[in-house]
């Protein structure tokens, strides 16, 4: 069983920045790739970034935020990040953290990959 805990959200103006932290229990989570996810009201969830359990490979991310946004994991930490720059009002939602236990099969971007999940973070960009 994993757990995941989200810490850094909260209250940005526009062109700021956050750093959103992902701390996850158990053993194998080196073995796992990891994915950020956000929420809008009155909208789906959607895929924001993900990164490999191996060293070298190269991130994904969504059309929305690449060259803002930075994903990255310490194992040794147990933790995943998400550096957000250039913060726009439009990234205001929920940020989740998820492990991709689906790999290799199926989507990286598709939430029907990742079967643990956090309980989301409040990202809020002010104009």
């Known amino acids: 069983q994993v757990q995941l805990v989200e810490s850094g959200g909260g209250l940005v103006q526009a062109g700021g920045s956050l750093r959103l932290s992902c701390a996850a229990s158990g053993p194998t989570f080196n073995r796992y790739g990891m994915g950020w996810f956000r929420q809008a009201p009155g909208k789906e969830r959607e895929f924001v970034a993900a990164?490999?359990?191996?060293?070298?490979?190269?991130?994904l991310y969504a059309d929305s935020v690449k060259g803002r946004f930075t994903i990255s994991r310490d194992n040794a930490k147990n933790t995943v990040y998400l550096q957000m720059n250039s913060l726009k009002p439009e990234d205001t939602a929920v940020y989740y953290c998820?492990?991709?236990?689906?790999?290799?099969?199926?989507?990286?971007?598709?939430?029907?990959?990742?079967?643990?999940w956090g309980q989301g973070t409040q990202v809020t960009v002010s104009s």
């Open positions: 990164i490999s359990w191996y060293s070298g490979s190269t991130p």
């Open positions: 998820a492990v991709d236990t689906g790999y290799p099969r199926g989507s990286r971007y598709s939430r029907d990959n990742y079967g643990y």
